[in-house]
């Protein structure tokens, strides 16, 4: 299976990224945010990290950077894209995802691992998961997920939520939102359910040593769904 | 402008340096060369109250590549790898301005590392600040931790551990260390000794603005009520441009385009030209009119002491400007051949066609002011005389309570929660342990860092305090179970100028010296900052200390959570019941007099590696070394961070269970093993002659001390999570 890591300037997980994919068996590419031709792949990751220093707005200009065209042009025809935190709001910046990321409710950058739960398993990423509650780690400083009342309806009519922030037993109340995020929403779709982006790093849970291992859990089972 | 004496000591040079300056020139400098002395002579760059004391640190070992005199030292950590770390402060500018003084601080030596060729792999940072009551002591402390967190977070470097004090003595001088690790193989790594005639000088990263002008000589002098003028000094940071001149930098350096290389830290481009030619025994030549600037109309002594940040200069082989510019160009940095090396030994600028600055590099370097300043022996305070009664009327639970939520002992996750400590996928121990860990990526090593200082005892007894602060790094590092390598320091110390303070820094500076010779734990690198003062207070003597030590398997790592059930808890090493300058003396009793604890060297070095042999054979489940606070405080966060209790038995001890608890006695580790082993662990600890004793045994939920004292894990948890975070939410 083959994925490709976009590296824009001031990405920072692009490396973990491409350590996790190739461990769990992807032939992986990195690829450098200013050529024109995605290589053929059957997952593409936005990475985490602060692209272009954050300036404008984070994600803003990495959204209109050469090789976005290319990877707008690939999820528009079907291809799976995933989107990790920075990642996330390049894609919603890049209007694949819709809404918007804020700053956090309690303007600090956090870095923990939170609890979420997988609302939906009809979609390439988490079908054939067999739990529902997982635990991740985030790194953020805007990550308060937020978008309009229509847009929340179509959304949730939709399923186009991926993932809400929750505790061990899958509450999803206010007490475990970490950033304030509308409805504790950590993770979304697109329509088609072929682009994801969620604030949490996967890529950081894949070794026990490590803050914990839901992330091989995740990763295993993504390439199995891609297969 | 006609330079004068006036304008000199306006520069912060001193009467006789200004005449020595015109002696060596044999003629009055004008306006730049006066700078550019200013900037080299000063205290920060020049280190003249301090070299003839440094001298005596013990610099040298079996694994030391590189010790002080570089950008940063240098370690071997086997395999053709090595470690590449440095601590340095950022006192004077996180106080004026805290976030861009904190974050360029912490960007400063991200660079002084991977001026090397070492990717950074870890940040590490030690804070103090003055008096919760204090009203500044909020905001500074929001503001550094943001910067702290700003610049490392956009970097995607861990920030793995570090330490935060709050003492009245540094209300008008706050301290901020910041501590980088970075990796590198052996075989390439960067120097700042320039080779060769006609060498191309490049300059490379950011712009040059009028920002931090004079920034070096602001860190040299002590504030007073017009500091808020001096904001203008402090640089601003960007640690985008930074993180694209670290991949730009890292990708030439693959190559073998590079003969010398050097940041423009303090003084910037003054002191990194003439580093670099100093060191090569060269001269190096200067058009100022090549330097890019991002401000119109930039004067030769603005663009030569300007410290903008994110900048270096390198010493390219002939040849390779092409290839070097076209990496530079992909990053998006600026890239300008300003100069070259020449035969001539001077430092030579032009600017318009015209000759503006030439001075003999060696003036500048070699012949800079040393001063052997007076400085006053201290005494060791008379041990005090408590009172049997003052102890027995205390109620155990109550000065626990006060102990853990003290602002010392308390987490300090409000902070760390704050920087991204798992970034690069390889931190294995996160902040609040006793010392960070990071794999060496891909390999089954790993790196552990701590960063420590102990104010209180130095101020009490500077030598004991300068011992005490090089034995807490090494007892953290086996704490985890590393075996210690080297450490870096950084000196934080009030004015030179002073009898009192230059005493505290000789004597802090003999303690160091003395522990890490006897512990082979050697000094690598390291900085100095003096004249934390306001008016006539300087701040507690403060030398951080930053260990590193490796650890072969990872999969050996220590923590310090209690793991199970019925497993038994020894303590190693003697508790004798040494009270004074303890946090309990100088908090329950508002005791500030007498002795800090005494080091035994002796027993530091025999304690800790025998730890390490028990840990090696995998008898210790966990374990945690026993400091401020005493021997209570660390079992509470043991049981706090295993979420387990434990059953204290009595002591057969003849001191009372306060002294027993409470006393800071040093050279001791609290240690879990399986009952199992017992005979096995004794066996080992008195073959070496280390004393140990059991403490008890792990239950569930509570601390049990002696049959009467119950505490439960929930309780312990409140005494010591919320302080912090009510503070800052109040």
């Known amino acids: 299976m083959k994925s490709s890591v976009i590296t824009f300037p001031g990405s920072n997980c692009d490396r973990d990224m491409d350590v996790a994919l190739k461990k769990f068996g992807f032939n992986n590419k990195m690829v450098w945010h200013n050529d024109n031709e995605l290589p053929k792949s059957d997952l593409v990751v936005l990475p985490g990290g602060f692209s272009y220093g954050d300036y404008l707005r984070c994600g803003s200009m990495a959204s209109k950077s050469k090789i976005m065209q290319s990877v707008i042009n690939f999820a528009k025809s079907g291809g799976l894209v995933m989107g990790i935190c920075n990642g996330f709001q390049i894609l919603v910046e890049s209007g694949l995802v819709p809404g918007v990321l804020l700053r956090n409710k309690y303007l600090e950058f956090i870095c923990k691992n939170v609890f979420v739960k997988i609302e939906n398993k009809d979609n390439p990423y988490f079908k054939n998961l067999d739990k ?96 | 402008m006609e330079v004068n004496e006036q304008i000199a000591i306006d520069h912060g040079l001193k009467k006789d340096e200004y005449k020595k300056i015109c002696d060596l020139l044999k003629r009055t400098p004008n ?256 058009n100022l009119n090549k330097v890019p600037c991002r401000e119109t109309k930039m004067t030769p002594y603005e663009i030569m002491l300007s410290e903008s940040q994110e900048r270096m200069l390198i010493v390219l082989e002939n040849g390779k400007e092409g290839l070097a510019k076209k990496i530079f160009d992909k990053w998006n940095l600026d890239f300008a051949i300003i100069g070259k090396t020449t035969k001539t030994k001077n430092i030579e600028l032009f600017f318009d066609n015209e000759q503006v600055a030439k001075i003999p590099v060696n003036t500048l370097v070699e012949n800079s002011p040393m001063y052997d300043r007076k400085w006053k022996k201290s005494k060791l305070p008379k041990k005090i005389k408590f009172e049997k009664e003052v102890f027995s009327n205390l109620k155990i639970k109550g000065v626990l309570q006060k102990i853990l939520s003290n602002q010392n002992i308390c987490s300090k996750e409000w902070i760390w929660r704050q920087y991204d400590h798992t970034v690069m996928g390889d931190t294995i121990q996160k902040p609040g342990g006793d010392s ?56 934080n110390f009030g004015s030179p100028e002073k009898e009192d303070n230059m005493g505290e820094f000789v004597e802090c500076v003999k303690g160091i010296g003395e522990a890490s010779k006897y512990l082979e734990f050697p000094v690598v690198s390291g900085n100095v900052s003096f004249y934390n003062q306001t ?92 400091s401020l606070g005493g021997l209570i405080t660390a079992v509470s966060k043991m049981c706090i961070k295993g979420n387990k209790g434990i059953k204290i038995k009595r002591s057969k001890s003849l001191i009372s269970e306060i002294e027993y608890l409470f006393s800071e006695d040093q050279g001791r580790y609290i240690i879990e093993i399986d009952p199992k082993n017992l005979k096995e662990v004794t066996k080992i600890l008195n073959k070496n002659s280390v004393h140990h004793e059991e403490l008890g045994i792990i239950i569930e939920k509570e601390m049990i001390i002696n049959e009467k004292t119950k505490v439960t894990i929930d309780e312990l948890k409140s005494y010591n999570t919320n302080w912090l975070t009510n503070f800052m939410s109040s």
């Open chain 2, 535 to 626: 008016k006539e207070v300087g701040i507690k003597p403060t030398p951080s200390i930053g260990g590193v030590g490796l650890i072969k398997n990872y999969k050996k790592m220590i923590t310090m959570d209690f793991k199970e059930i019925n497993n038994l808890v020894l303590i190693i090493g003697k508790t004798e019941g040494h009270i004074d300058q303890s946090l309990f003396a100088r908090t329950i009793l508002d005791e500030k007099n007498g002795p800090p604890p005494e080091i035994n060297l002796f027993n530091e070095k025999n304690n800790g590696q025998s730890l390490l042999s028990l840990i090696e054979k995998d008898y210790i489940k966990s374990a945690h070394d026993i």
């Open chain 2, 31 to 286: 306006l730049t060369e006066l700078g550019i002395f200013s900037a080299m002579w000063n205290e920060h760059c020049s280190y003249k109250s301090s070299r003839l004391h440094l001298k005596k640190l013990p610099t040298t070992g079996k694994k030391v590549i590189q010790g002080p005199g570089e950008n940063a030292g240098v370690i071997d950590i086997e395999d053709g790898d090595a470690i590449v770390f440095k601590i340095e402060s950022h006192n004077h500018p996180s106080f004026i301005e805290p976030y861009q003084g904190a974050a360029t601080g912490v960007g400063g030596i991200m660079r002084d590392v991977f001026t090397m060729g070492a990717r950074p792999i870890a940040n590490l940072n030690s804070i103090h600040f003055g008096s919760p009551q204090h009203k500044k002591t909020k905001n500074l402390l929001r503001g550094v931790v943001h910067g702290i967190g700003g610049y490392g977070n956009c970097m995607g470097v861990p920030t793995i551990a570090g330490q935060t004090s709050f003492d009245s003595s540094y209300n008008g001088n706050i301290l901020v260390n910041a501590m980088t690790l970075g990796l590198v193989k052996k075989n390439k790594i960067f120097y700042s000794k320039a080779a060769g005639l006609n060498k191309p000088v490049i300059y490379v990263g950011s712009k040059t603005g009028r920002d931090g002008i004079h920034g070096a000589s602001m860190a040299s002098a002590s504030f007073d009520e017009k500091i808020e003028e001096k904001k203008p000094t402090v640089q601003v940071g960007d640690p985008f441009t930074e993180k694209l001149l670290l991949e730009a930098c890292l990708e030439l350096m693959a190559g073998d385009s590079i003969i010398a290389i050097q940041d423009m830290g303090a003084a910037g481009l003054t002191s990194s030209s003439i580093e670099m030619a100093s060191k090569g025994n060269l001269g190096i030549e200067l």
């Open chain 2, 436 to 491: 960070g860990v990071v794999r060496v990526h891909g390999t089954e090593k790993a790196v552990a860092a701590t960063v420590d200082s102990s104010a209180v005892y130095c101020w009490a007894h500077p030598l004991t305090g300068g011992k005490q602060v090089v034995a807490e790094s090494w007892r953290n590092l086996i704490s985890v179970g590393a075996t210690p390598i080297a450490i870096t320091n950084c000196l």
């Open chain 1, 132 to 227: 529902d509650i997982f635990e991740f780690h985030i790194a953020h400083n805007e990550g308060n997920y937020f978008c309009t009342g229509d847009q929340l309806k179509e959304i949730e009519d939709n399923n186009q939520v991926a993932i809400y922030y929750c505790n061990n037993n899958g509450k999803t109340e206010e007490k475990f939102n970490p950033n304030g995020s509308l409805k504790n929403i950590a993770g979304i779709f697109n329509k088609e359910k072929n682009v994801l982006g969620m604030m949490p790093h996967p890529e950081r849970m894949i070794d026990k040593s490590l803050s914990g291992e839901d992330g091989s859990l995740f990763f295993k089972n993504l390439i199995n769904n891609i297969r």
